[in-house]
């Protein structure tokens, strides 16, 4: 890169990457992209949530009988106009949905960074929408794990009963199969997280799960970006569990690398992944998961996932347009 660091490209850049999160309420979506907001920053990463196209207020889908994830709740024909804007560049004026009290307070301006990143659980459900995206992930939890944080978060910050919540589970569950499930196909990088194999009580505890990073093979490679793990760091310096694996899969007709992480490693072999962004960046320093003796498999995944969307933008900012 000829760039003193690539912050300074981007900003410089007119392009806008756009990046698409989708999945389930709940389903760890905003955690999945957070390396990238913590190495850009607030001046260059902007995020829109996409709660905020709901058609209908809380009280409006329970009068017609329709849950969030069914599309005609939602207004996404104008998130499509609206991403065909924000690609250019161009301001919107952008509806804003209140969770506190189910109800639509006024839209606001609402001008893209140069990395937009588009979360909810239609983003790539259309044709328009992948059209306009850059990078896809999905993120989906295996059904256990998903029902049991949603369990504790509504108990516990909504006051609902055990038997409240799984009714409206049931409810919910149909059109997550219908409508937001299959979006899984259209991913660049699905991640999968199931309960950790070394004690389920481990994710309740210390948010340690088995997480799995299938990713599409790279349609692009540039020689001198890379990303190593340290094995002697991974051997020598851990004293707890943990698992790497990699297999390789068909997902939907696609062949795709499965990264299975379980447990935790020791904070040093994320410090040289850390490292290795630095140099391919030029930005120092890159510090997510720093001073700590160990992180979690899905941390790992967070930082593998920064280095693949960084990637992604840097054969953007090295390949000439055509």
Known sequence: MNHANFKDSIAASPYIMTIGVAGDS???KTTFTSGIRKIFGADLVSTITLDDYHALDREGRQRE???ALHPKANRIDLLEEHLMQLKRGVPIEKPVYNHATGTFDPPVVFRPNK????????TFSTATLRKYLDFTLFVNPDREVKYDWKIRRDMASRGYSRDEVMAKIRVREPDYA???APQVQYADAVIRIGYSEYGRELGEERNVYRITLSQK???QAIED???SLDLYSILSLSERNFTLQFLTSEHNGRKMGDLIIDGELS?????????????QTRLHPI???????YVTAGELAQLILCWRIIHRRIFMETTPAS
Do not use: A
């Not at 072999?269 to 140099?279: A, G």
């Not at 510090?287 to 003796?293: A, K, L, P, V």
């Open 267 to 279: 904070e040093g072999v994320v410090e040289k992944l850390e490292h290795s962004i630095e140099r």
């Open 178 to 180: 219908q409508y937001v």
């Open 65 to 67: 009988g329709v849950t």
């Open 26 to 28: 709940g389903s760890g």
């Open 287 to 293: 510090t997510i998961f720093r001073n700590r003796d």
């Open 217 to 219: 093979k790279l349609r």
């Open 225 to 227: 970006i890379d990303l």
């Open 115 to 122: 990395i937009l990143i588009l979360e909810g659980l239609h």
